[in-house]
């Protein structure tokens, strides 16, 4: 789970910087009709995409196993529903980086026709942004199984009152994290930004790219809260919210140095820099944390009910194999019923799958047949426990076992010493 969290963290800052690259290369690349400088700009942001949309492939490997691994029967459950947007994931990811590489590349030969190519590059921008979609509407679809019943297609799972708050904070987030990228890239001194991008200043640039950063930074402090509204309550909790808020104050103190930053006269712009990345690294960090323990809570009832199911099943195999044996085994039928079935959820002294004997010996204390109605109908008295499947024996043979329970349980409290 650690690996799963630390593996986001690397392949999400690449989607970022794909994403928000790829969506500030068309902007400059428009306003670069009347302004050429801008254009010299896309081109320069152009030539970092295709780098970190391989990165976001290869470091995307890693926690798409790991949620394999950790999280099968919903994330195939949800690959499923989703149908035919999550096979479409791969023709839609070659189509992007072609798209891209071919942007790139006909820079030069597409002069004359810069409208065309700047459909060509807004093309690839809208793949971009379509491939996260469909994987953060499946990643989301997997924490609820409740509403699985409900989803019938991409559609309607891309529906659930969620998905869209998670998807404006994805690329705000994405926005954010290019802007302050750009900045350590493009106006650092090895970088040859006067003959890369004529026209192009590094203290102009780096006070907009603060600007940017800064406008993307505050819109995640309002979609984040509308994420945390729009989640359904299981999962909820004060971990989180202390997680999520811990995040949130830095983000705040990250906002502050960049207001400083865009409204500051002095000639050096990017002083705080370091420490301006340094704290939305840490949100980050905490984001992806909080985003775990929201989907550990979220499945933890799915879990406990499967676990239930896997208990019931097993116990209805056992019942099986102890009744085609009961010819030929000596023991007594209450004490062989039990071991045989009831004995893997149940231990004397300790708790396994459910409560331990002694403690029902003292609800059902002389009333062995109060124990085998239970068994034939149970509910759920405690929430920390899974519901007990119900037994089908007959009533001798549900009250024989009742009656080993209560021997069981007083045996264990007479033993001397």
């Known amino acids: 789970k650690a690996l799963l969290v630390a593996l986001f963290l690397a392949h999400i800052v690449f989607v970022n ?22 254009d010299g700009l896309a081109r320069a942001i152009a030539g970092t995409i295709t780098v970190n ?32 947007a999550w096979v479409s994931v791969i023709p839609l990811v070659i189509a992007a980086f072609l798209i891209g590489y071919l942007h790139k590349y006909s820079w030069d030969r597409m002069a004359s026709a810069k409208g065309w190519h700047i459909a060509l590059g807004a093309a690839g921008t809208v793949l971009f942004l379509a491939i996260p979609l469909v994987f953060l509407t499946n990643i989301n679809l997997m924490l609820f199984p409740q509403r699985w019943p409900q989803v019938a297609g991409f559609l309607s799972a891309a529906a659930l009152p969620n998905v869209l708050p998670r998807y404006l904070h994805f690329l705000l987030a994405s926005i954010a994290v290019t802007a302050l990228f750009l900045i350590g890239y493009l106006t650092r001194n090895a970088f ?52 999520v808020g811990i995040g949130a104050t830095l983000a705040v103190i990250a906002i502050l140095l960049l207001s400083r930053e865009v409204a500051a006269t002095r000639p050096q712009v990017g002083r705080t820099y370091v420490p301006v990345a340094v704290l939305l690294t840490w949100t980050v960090c905490f984001m992806a944390y909080g985003r775990h323990v929201y989907r550990e809570g979220a499945v933890a009832e799915h ?6 199911k896997t208990a019931a099943f097993e116990a209805a195999v056992t019942a099986g194999v102890a009744e085609k044996s009961a010819a030929s085994d000596e023991r007594p039928v209450g004490q062989r019923i039990f071991e045989g079935t009831c004995a893997g959820c149940h231990a004397v002294d300790h708790v396994l799958v459910g409560p331990p004997i002694r403690e029902i010996a003292e609800l059902y204390k002389g009333n062995p047949d109060g124990i085998a109605k239970w068994a034939k109908n149970p509910g759920r008295r405690r929430p920390d426990f899974p519901v007990m499947p119900a037994f089908q ?17 007083n045996q264990s409290t007479t033993k001397p010493g």
């Open 53 to 84: 949309k391989s990165l976001a492939v290869v470091l995307g490997v890693g926690p798409l196993l790991l949620i394999n691994v950790l999280y099968t029967v919903y994330f195939y459950s949800a690959n499923a529903l989703t149908g035919n």
């Open 393 to 409: 024996f007959n009533d001798d043979d549900m009250r024989a076992v009742a009656e080993y329970m209560l021997q069981l349980a």
């Open 192 to 243: 040859p930004l006067e003959t890369a991008v004529p026209g192009i200043d590094r203290r102009p640039l780096r006070r907009g790219l603060f600007a940017v950063a800064l406008g993307a930074t505050i819109g995640q402090l309002f979609a984040g809260p509308l994420v945390l509204f729009t989640l359904p309550k299981q999962g909820l909790g004060l971990q989180l919210y202390a997680v």
């Open 17 to 38: 910087l794909m994403v928000g690259g790829s969506l500030m290369t068309t902007v400059c690349e428009i306003i670069g009709r009347k302004r050429p400088a801008f």
């Open 303 to 308: 879990r406990t009910a499967m676990e239930a």
